[in-house]
């Protein structure tokens, strides 16, 4: 019996054993007691990193003893946490790196080290040394890191740093105190208009309930009455609703102010003066009497008073008002359509920049031969022929006087002057030379020309108009043309003439509209017309005109078109067969030629003037410029007249319009030109005394 028992017993202890080796968590499982006194800190980190299997590296400033004595026996956590607790009070801190290596250094190190960056799975505990980065949804990062860096150790291993960009906070120090600081940050971090309450409108406008709360609560001193964040309302003009936001205590009390202001008002309408700014009554009630009709029709089912739904505008031309009578909420909805166009509307300044280039040459030489007979070559691309001229001289010599004697007595006949308008008119006809030759019974005419023409012109014209609105200008004469015309033949006792004045000169007629931005839409009509000369029925006219609609920005320069034309005329006239001799040819034929180029450009350049400064800047160097041209014609005085006063402008005085700084620049720079002037003229005067002194000297 005693053998089977001792047996019995072996073998629950082989079962017990093998049980206990086949548990790594029964065998892993220790406890440590956790008292020093007196121990050195180097030794005490060594005795630790033995118990946990850790490798440590110390840093060579960790020097020190310890006191401590703990009563009850650490699990491996715990005794890491003792760990990192003893060393947190004499300001030491581990920093666990990812190779499973603890490294001891001074707190004040460890933020700069590469510490772990915890997060909601993992955001360690006690004194293990972590970084957090925690977003901020409704509060400024910059705002909440102050009052987090006084709770924060910054002396020690604690930092607190805000980036604006993505309103984020990156938190760094022992995982207690990080946590502790992300908590109280998330519980900081909280909207406070957590609600929203739409409150609908029975009478009232819900645009003007709104601006009633804002001023009563936006105010200067009034939010000291009302405790707690200032609720938000928002008006929904579409429903005619008030949106209310904040907390509950606020919003209901935005709610019962809102209830008592919906009450129907004691009268039917209300009748209202509106004076404009910049747009014209007359307009504004053309569009607004079509608009408020469509208001009558869609706001007449929902009232079940149908007096308040009449609506009346009239215009007072004198003052330029708008004399309302609507109920409260038309009258909202049409001054907030008054207050879109009755703005100051955008000036357009159009510059049109034509520039005409042209050069011309032309060259001709021939030779008429003529006899008494009547014969010879009569060539007519250069000028008069030799017959027209003939022809005047023939005429020009007029008859000798003659003395006749009969019975009576002796007559004596008086000289013929001989008629001389043929012969000026065929010179009339001459270009450049022409040289006769008279030989016995031949004659010949030889004529020459040569011309250089060249021509440069540049016109600017420029106007200026509001937006959308059309202007034109011209500068030139009006001519008469003959358009019809009834003699007095035929029995015909009332003969007239009608004229028509048809208007020459640089026209330039523009409809600009501003787009968003600086883009600047122009319909542009230019015209550059002038006299030709005059034909055998009336007078013809040169006329360059463009149409065109072009995109620019403000301050751009766009070519809207041109011309650019060659031409080159060759004119042979001669004899056949002789003409062609060379050399001896010229003398039997008449050439001329001409070669003609002309460059036309016409650009245009527009202006947004939206303010006072930008009209008064332009207005102020167009002013000085013409200024400048009168000043240097006073210096250079009228010819013939030295005592004549040329007009001048006055001088323009924009210091009200410039800042003072400027104004005390341009003071400063005018006293400084004339204590310069001054200064010369005293230099002057010393000099001239000088050379009086050495004269004198020259002279004893």
């Known amino acids: 019996m005693k053998n089977k028992s001792f047996r019995q017993k072996l073998i629950a202890g082989i079962v017990v054993g093998a049980a206990l080796l086949s548990s790594p968590a029964a065998w892993s499982k220790q406890e440590y007691a956790a008292n020093f006194k007196g121990t050195d800190i180097q030794e005490f980190i060594n005795i630790v990193g033995k118990n946990l299997d850790k490798t440590i590296i110390v840093d060579p400033t960790v020097r020190g003893k310890i006191n401590v004595r703990s009563y009850d026996l650490l699990s491996d956590e715990q005794y890491y946490q003792f760990f990192l607790n003893t060393l947190q009070v004499y300001g030491y801190a581990v920093v666990e790196m990812e190779n499973n290596i603890l490294k001891v250094i001074k707190d004040k190190d460890a933020k700069t080290s590469a510490i772990r960056v915890a997060d909601d799975d993992t955001p360690g505990a006690g004194d293990e040394m972590v970084t957090r980065i925690v977003a901020l949804y409704n509060t400024e990062a910059k705002q909440l890191a102050p009052l987090l860096r006084q709770l924060n150790d910054n002396a020690g291993g604690g930092n607190v740093v805000n980036y604006d960009p993505s309103n984020v906070m990156m938190i760094t120090g022992r995982a207690a105190v990080v946590n502790k600081l992300v908590d109280i940050v998330r519980r ?248 006769g030759i008279a030989m016995g019974d031949f004659g010949a005419l030889v004529q020459a020309v040569s011309s250089d023409t060249k021509s440069n012109v540049l016109a600017t014209p420029s106007i200026t108009t509001l937006d959308n609105q059309e202007a034109s200008f011209i500068v030139g004469d009006e001519v008469p043309v003959l358009t019809g015309a009834q003699n007095s033949s035929n029995g015909n006792s009332n003969p007239f003439q009608t004229v028509e004045r048809k208007e020459v000169g640089v026209k330039l007629k523009v409809i600009p509209q501003v787009n968003e931005g600086n883009a600047v839409k122009l319909v542009i009509e230019q015209e550059v017309s002038g006299i030709n000369g005059k034909t055998g029925v009336d007078v013809t006219f040169a006329t360059r005109r463009l149409t065109t609609t072009v995109m620019a920005d403000s301050g751009q320069i766009v070519v809207l078109g041109g011309l650019i034309n060659e031409e080159v005329q060759e004119s042979v006239q001669k004899v056949p067969f002789l003409g062609d001799i060379p050399l001896i040819g010229h003398l039997f034929k008449s050439s001329s030629s001409g070669k003609k180029k002309k460059n036309l450009m016409v650009f245009i350049k527009p202006t947004i003037i939206r303010d006072g400064s930008t009209m008064q800047g332009i207005a102020g160097r167009k002013y000085n410029y013409f200024r400048a041209l009168q000043l240097e014609q006073e210096e250079r005085g009228v010819n013939l007249m030295p005592n004549t006063d040329v007009p001048v402008l006055p001088e323009w005085d924009q210091s009200e319009h410039l800042s003072p700084e400027v104004n005390e620049i341009i003071e400063r720079y005018k006293q400084g030109k004339g204590l310069e002037m001054k200064m010369r003229e005293t230099d002057s005067t010393l000099k001239t005394i000088s050379d009086s002194k050495a004269d004198d000297q020259a002279k004893k």
């Open 188 to 435: 900081v971090d909280k909207q406070g208009d957590t609600e929203v309450q739409v409150v609908p409108l029975q009478f009232a406008s819900a645009g003007e309930i709104v601006r009633i709360i804002d001023t009563l609560y936006r105010a200067q001193g009034s939010q000291a009455q009302f405790s707690g964040p200032t609720p938000k309302v928002v008006a929904d003009e579409r429903t005619n609703a008030v949106v209310v936001s904040g907390d509950q205590k606020n919003r209901d009390r935005v709610v019962k102010l809102i209830r008592k202001l919906d009450a129907e008002q004691a009268s039917s309408g209300n009748t209202k003066v509106r004076y404009l700014h910049y747009a014209k009554a007359e307009d504004l009630v053309e569009v607004l009497t079509g608009f408020s009709k469509k208001l009558e029709g869609e706001q007449g089912g929902k009232s079940t008073n149908s007096r308040r739904n009449e609506i009346t505008i009239m215009a007072h031309n004198e003052t330029n008002a708008l004399v309302i009578n609507a109920d409260p909420e038309q009258m909202r909805t049409i001054e907030s359509v008054i207050n879109q166009l009755d703005i100051r509307r955008a000036q357009v300044l159009v510059e049109a920049i034509i520039v005409e280039v042209a050069e011309g040459d032309d060259v001709g030489f021939g030779v008429q031969w003529a006899t008494t007979a009547g014969g010879g070559t009569q060539f007519n691309n250069l000028g008069p022929t030799i017959g027209e001229i003939g022809a005047g001289i023939w005429a020009a010599q007029g008859e000798e006087g003659t003395t006749v004697t009969t019975e009576n007595g002796t007559t004596v006949n008086p000289d013929t002057r001989g008629d001389i308008s043929i012969l000026a008119q065929a010179l009339g006809k001459v270009n450049g030379m022409a040289w």
